[in-house]
């Protein structure tokens, strides 16, 4: 049995809005663990997310097969009261709206597919990725001498 862990200054457990829509989510395995009915139900406006989840596993055998270890059962506050819920983290999250056959899920796996791409064009060609973290730290705004500090402190493999 995995332990919650809090984190500092963030309730376990939290809403997520998206589209004026709520999505469950709970701290889990140092992670956060989204409701997968509520994902399923902002990506297709589906009446009875629930069914549309067993329909999208009857066209997905592999989705189907692996399931049980992409979605885990946790505790989360419901309209009932605290119930389990299945919930899949990011990762797995991914791997459900690639199952997904509607066009509001569509702009999701083109930005998953870009990402892909990106990584493989930064595998080829690893300057690629050091500009990319230059740009992330800048985003968030950390001093331009701790950039370059930071990557010049991160070890190069040798090819």
Known sequence: M???TAIPGKSESHLV??????????????????????VVSVLTDSVNPGDYIKKMRL????????WGQIVTPLRIETEGGIQRVNCANTEGLFRIIQSISSPRAEPFKRWLAQVGYERVKEIENPELASARARELYQAKGYPQAWIEKRLRS??????
């Open 2 to 4: 995995s332990r919650k």
């Open 17 to 38: 809005v998206f589209q004026e829509k709520a999505i469950r989510r709970t701290w889990h395995n140092e992670e956060w663990w989204f409701a997968v009915v509520d």
């Open 59 to 66: 066209r997905d055998n592999e989705l189907s097969q692996g």
């Open 154 to 159: 991160i070890p190069c493999v040798a090819s």
